[in-house]
């Protein structure tokens, strides 16, 4: 992985320059910012491949930079906090974080969630997938356009992924824990109940049209994305 550039977010600068030394050896080059309105300043003017964000952070919180990144970009992120109750995690990953580490951290282990996260995104961006089309809905995994009825309807890059991966799967049903692997990846930690927000966030916003009836509940299983006859 060269040319690869990681933004790194914390308070503490030693645990930044820490980090720093570890991602460092691999190869990658490292940008450190210390509060939440410097990181935003910093991404607004530099393309990161990969965001490791302290959840306590002054100025601006790293769940408020968060929902900010996630408003313009598709960057992975990885938050860093020293609190590890579930409400955290569960709202993180609800406001588009890839991952979570909680404090104290193995440099050694968050190096090589960051390698993992790194390939799963590349992956992603290399594969060439077919557009998806369906009555009244356009998937378009290549430019991560969703059009209903013709109009573009904005998802949060989970939404999107959470969209894609039933609608290429039509027909077959997924339980909670499943869609948390496929989507989120195997290094999730949260509520299953983060799927069934995320499925809620989607109808809402496919709207009225039939698009919004595609993704189908299966009491006592989960989910299946699935064309009505």
């Not at 050896?25 to 935003?40: K, V």
């Not at 306590?56 to 590890?84: F, Q, S």
Request: with cysteine; net charge neutral.
């Amino acid at each position: 992985m060269q040319d690869i550039k990681i933004l790194v977010v914390d308070d503490e600068k030693r645990i930044v320059d820490l980090v720093r030394i570890y991602l460092e050896r691999e190869g990658f080059l490292i940008d450190g910012a210390y509060n939440g309105q410097q990181a935003l300043d910093m991404i607004s003017k530099s393309a990161y491949d990969l965001i490791i964000l302290d959840l306590m952070l002054p100025v601006l919180d790293g769940l408020t930079v968060c929902k900010e990144i996630r408003k313009k970009y598709d960057t992975p992120v990885i938050m860093l906090t020293a609190r590890g109750e579930e409400f955290d995690k569960v709202l993180g990953f609800e406001l588009g974080a890839d991952d979570y580490v909680v404090k104290p951290f193995s440099p050694r282990e968050l190096t090589a969630r960051a390698k993992a996260l790194l390939r799963r995104t590349q992956s992603k961006k290399d594969s060439q997938n077919e557009t998806l089309t369906f009555p009244n809905l356009v998937i378009d995994p290549d430019a991560r356009v969703v059009k209903v009825q013709g109009k573009e309807v904005s998802l949060t890059p989970k939404e999107f992924d959470l969209l894609h991966f039933l609608a290429k799967n039509r027909d077959r049903v997924f339980n909670r824990e499943k869609l948390l692997e496929e989507v989120w990846g195997y290094d999730f930690y949260g509520s299953l109940r983060t799927v069934d927000t995320h499925v809620k966030q989607l109808r809402e916003k496919l709207g009225r049209s039939s698009a919004a009836s595609y993704i189908n509940t299966i009491w006592g299983i989960g989910y299946k994305f699935e064309v009505g006859k």
